[in-house]
C-alpha cells in the first residue's frame, strides 16, 4: 500500500468524495468528521465558490441534521482571505469546512494568505479541517485545473500525494495524470460520499470507496472501510 500522509500535526484532516448532502449522500462521511469535532460552531469557508446560498443550505443541513451550528466565515475572493478577522474566526471555529465549487478559484483565493495559515496552524495545533469535492482536490501538493489540464501548486496538506473527487476507477485517465506531476508519488480516487481522515500519528479512517495509487502505472489498491471510527 502507498504512504498515505499528511502534514505533521496534531490535528485531523477529513477529505469528502462529493456527494449532495440534501439527498443524504455524505451523511456517513460527515458523521465520520463530526465525532472528531469538539463543540462549538462549524466554520463553512466558501472559498472554492462564488455561491452565499450553498452557506445558508449547508448551515440548514448540518442544524437540522446533527444540531451543529455553522458559521458562514465569508471568504469568496483574496482580498476577503486577507483579511485578519476571516483569520481569527477560521481559528476559533470547532471545524473549518472547506465547501466545493472550482478548485482553480479555491487557490488563487487562498494562495499566501492568512486565511490558509489558519487552516494550515489548525490541523498543527489539534483542530479539524474538512475539505469536499474541490476543495478536497485542493489539499494536495498538485491539483487539476478546469482549464485544459493545466497542473495547479496544491495547499500541500498531502506531501507527493494528490486527490481526485467523485472518483470513477473505469476513468482514471485525470488521477494518472496528476500522478505524471513533478514530485507527485501517490494519489487518492475518492467515491462520491466516501471520505478519507487523516490524523495525528499517521491515523487513517476511511469511509465508502477510497482508492490509492501508487504511480502512473500502479494498480489501485482500495482502503478498508472504518465507518464506525476504528483506527488503523
Avoid at 10 to 19: N, V
Avoid at 154 to 173: I, K, Q, S, Y
Wanted: proline content about 6%; glycine content about 14%.
Amino acid at each position: 500500500m502507498p504512504s498515505v500522509r499528511r502534514v505533521p500535526g496534531q490535528g485531523w484532516l477529513a477529505l469528502l468524495g462529493g456527494g449532495e448532502f440534501s439527498f443524504g449522500e455524505t451523511l456517513a462521511a460527515d458523521r465520520a468528521w463530526l465525532a472528531k469535532t469538539p463543540p462549538g460552531p462549524v466554520g463553512f469557508v466558501p472559498a472554492a465558490s462564488d455561491s452565499a446560498e450553498y452557506g445558508r443550505h449547508f448551515t440548514t443541513y448540518l442544524e437540522a441534521t446533527f444540531e451543529r451550528e455553522v458559521e458562514v466565515i465569508p471568504v469568496y475572493r483574496p482580498r476577503d482571505a486577507r483579511r485578519g478577522k476571516n483569520a481569527e474566526r477560521i481559528r476559533a471555529c470547532a471545524a473549518a469546512y472547506l465547501g466545493g465549487g472550482v478548485t482553480d478559484h479555491l487557490l488563487d483565493t487562498l494562495a499566501g494568505s492568512p486565511a490558509a495559515e489558519a487552516l494550515a496552524q489548525k490541523l498543527a495545533a489539534g483542530g479539524v479541517v474538512v475539505a469536499i469535492a474541490a476543495a478536497a482536490q485542493a489539499a494536495g501538493a498538485a491539483a487539476r485545473s478546469i482549464f485544459g489540464g493545466k497542473v495547479l501548486t496544491g495547499l500541500g496538506w498531502l506531501p507527493g500525494g494528490v486527490v481526485e473527487t467523485n472518483f470513477d476507477p473505469a476513468h482514471d485517465r485525470r488521477l494518472r495524470a496528476l500522478l505524471e506531476a513533478p514530485g507527485v508519488e501517490w494519489g487518492v480516487g475518492l467515491a462520491t460520499g466516501s471520505a478519507l481522515l487523516l490524523g495525528p500519528e499517521e491515523r487513517i479512517e476511511s469511509v465508502g470507496t477510497v482508492f490509492v495509487l501508487g504511480g502512473a502505472e500502479a494498480d489501485f489498491e482500495i482502503l478498508p472501510e472504518t465507518p464506525t471510527g476504528g483506527l488503523r
